[in-house]
T-cell receptor, first 115, second 113 residues
């Protein structure tokens, strides 16, 4: 079965600093990988995804992630944090069975931005 | 276009009562999903449906049932609620196949006393 581990349930950075949220996955087949963001009292919104092709994926709001097969990682980065980035971030790997794509989520990382 | 709507927004329920959470999408997606979100556990799949008329069990299906009579609606029923079912429930939908984005509803916050 596929699984996702997000290192650090809470990450705090200063405004303008680099954001790095770590995600490692396990999968027996080439994975589809996703990062979702959840703002308070809202549903999840897709930031970016990796399916095939270029391993550096750019998403919304200045975020990007790099798929590294050798490290089974898909870390999320943003060069300069903004106060509006404060949210919970979820990494997920896709498992396709009987035509249904089921997402397996990590436990989430809460990002706090300090002024 | 509304995307995915869920009802109710929140609910407090006595243990042992029956409850149906509603989910409707207007994107004509074939696949729909129900997740529960609990602190420290992320989101866990309860049930899913590839297409109208078919459903499947996810990671944590016990105590829950679903039906998919048409493309747009995917209700989740708790036949006899228990306190451990206190959670935030999210409905999602997507096109079938790997790599497709799942679109999430705003969630239903359920408290079982």
């Amino acid at each position: 079965a596929q699984s996702v581990t997000q290192l650090g349930s809470h990450v705090s950075v200063s405004e303008g600093a680099l954001v790095l949220l770590r995600c490692n996955y396990s999968s027996s087949v080439p994975p589809y990988l996703f990062w979702y963001v959840q703002y308070p009292n809202q549903g999840l919104q897709l930031l970016l995804k990796y399916t095939t092709g270029a391993t550096l994926v750019k998403g919304i709001n200045g975020f990007e992630a790099e798929f590294k097969k050798s490290e089974t990682s898909f870390h999320l980065t943003k060069p300069s944090a903004h106060m509006s980035d404060a949210a919970e971030y979820f990494c997920a790997v896709s498992e396709v069975r009987r035509g249904a794509q089921k997402l397996v989520f990590g436990q989430g990382t809460r990002l706090t931005i300090n002024p | 276009i509304a995307g995915i709507t869920q009802a109710p927004t929140s609910q407090i329920l006595a243990a042992g009562r029956r409850m149906t959470l509603r989910c409707t999408q207007d994107m004509r997606h074939n696949a729909m999903y129900w997740y529960r979100q609990d602190l420290g556990l992320g989101l866990r799949l309860i049930h899913y449906s590839n297409t109208a008329g078919t459903t499947g069990k996810g990671e944590v299906p016990d105590g829950y049932s679903v039906s998919r009579a048409n493309t747009d609606d995917f209700p989740l029923t708790l036949a006899s609620a228990v306190p451990s079912q206190t959670s935030v429930y999210f409905c999602a939908s997507s096109q079938q196949g790997g790599g497709n984005e799942q679109f999430f509803g705003p969630g239903t916050r359920l408290t079982v006393l």
